[in-house]
C-alpha cells in the first residue's frame, strides 16, 4: 500500500503491520492510518517551513482537527464582551490582541541554548495525578528528550519541559513577554513557560482559568466543560487517546476542540477539562490567573 504526500512530492511505502494496528472495529481507518504514519516516516514528512531553528531530522508533524469548534475573536473584542461572553462559560481563541514578535525572536533554539543551555530545567512527567520531578541541563534536554511521542510510553515515563521555571534565571526572557490584557477580577496572572516535541502533551486534567499561547508550532486543544468528565485515562498520553479513544466517541461525546498557531491566544475558563498534543516541536506560555 502506498501513501501519496502532495506536500512533498513523495509515495510512501507503508509497511504492511501498520494496516494491522489499526483494528477491525476501528471507523475512521483513515485518520488512525494517516496519524501512524506521520509518526513511522518523520523525516519524509516533517515540514519543510522553519521554525525557530525547533524542526529537526527527527521531527514528525500531526495533523489538525477536521474543525475547529472554538470560536476566534479578532482585537475588536472588548474586555467588556469578553467576561459577559467568554471569562465564565466558555474557552476562545484571540487573534492579534497581543504582539510578540520580540519574544519569539528570543525563544529560537539558538538563542535559548547560548543563553539557558548550562542552566538545569525542571522537567515533569507528562500524566494527569503523579508528577514525577527530574532535573536536567537545559542543553541535555534538547537533545536528548526533544523528541518525538512514542506511542507504546505511558504519561508517566514521558518527561516535559513546562512550567516549574526558575524564574530567577528565565525571569529576563519572561519580561519581554505580552500576555493577554484581559484580566478577571481578583486574579493574578503567573507564567509557564514549556518546550516540547511534537506528539507530546498533557492528558486531560483542569485548574483555575488562564491564557495559552504558542510561540513556535502549533499545539491543539481538546476540551470539556466542568459537568462533563471526559473517557481517558490518567497515566495515558494524549496521544494514545487520540488514536484508540477518540475515533469511537459518538458526535455528542466529542470535545470542544482547536489547533492554536503563533499569534493565536487561547483563554479557558475556571475547571474546564482540557488536554493538549503538540503537533510539532513547539514552544509555549501559559498566563494562569490564580
Known sequence: MILWVPERGLCVPLPAGILGQM????????????????LAFPEVLASPESDGGWLTSQ??????????????????????QFIEQYAFSRPVILQGITNNTEFQACCTKEKLLTRFGDHLVRLSTANTYSYRKVD???????DQLLEPQDQAS??????YFFGDNNFTE?????????????????TTAAYSFGIAGSGSGVPFHWHGPGYSEVI????????YPPEKTPEFHPNKTT????????????????????TIHPGEVLYFPDRWWHATLNLDTSVF?????G
Open 285 to 289: 506560555i501559559s498566563t494562569f490567573l
Open 23 to 38: 483494528g477491525p472495529r476501528d471507523p475512521f481507518p483513515l485518520l488512525s492510518l494517516v496519524l501512524k504514519c506521520f
Open 170 to 186: 528565565w525571569g529576563p526572557l519572561f519580561q519581554k513577554y505580552r500576555p493577554p490584557p484581559f484580566r478577571l477580577p481578583g
Open 154 to 159: 505511558l504519561g508517566s515515563e514521558t518527561l
Open 59 to 80: 521531527h514528525a508533524t500531526l495533523l489538525e482537527e477536521d474543525s475547529c469548534t472554538v470560536e476566534r475573536r479578532d482585537a475588536t473584542l472588548t474586555y467588556a
Open 136 to 142: 536536567l541541563p537545559f542543553q541535555d534536554y534538547v
Open 216 to 223: 513556535f508550532g502549533r499545539k491543539r486543544w481538546f476540551l
Open 239 to 258: 496521544l494514545s487517546w487520540l488514536l484508540d479513544t477518540y475515533p469511537f466517541l459518538p458526535p455528542w461525546e466529542r470535545p470542544v476542540e482547536c
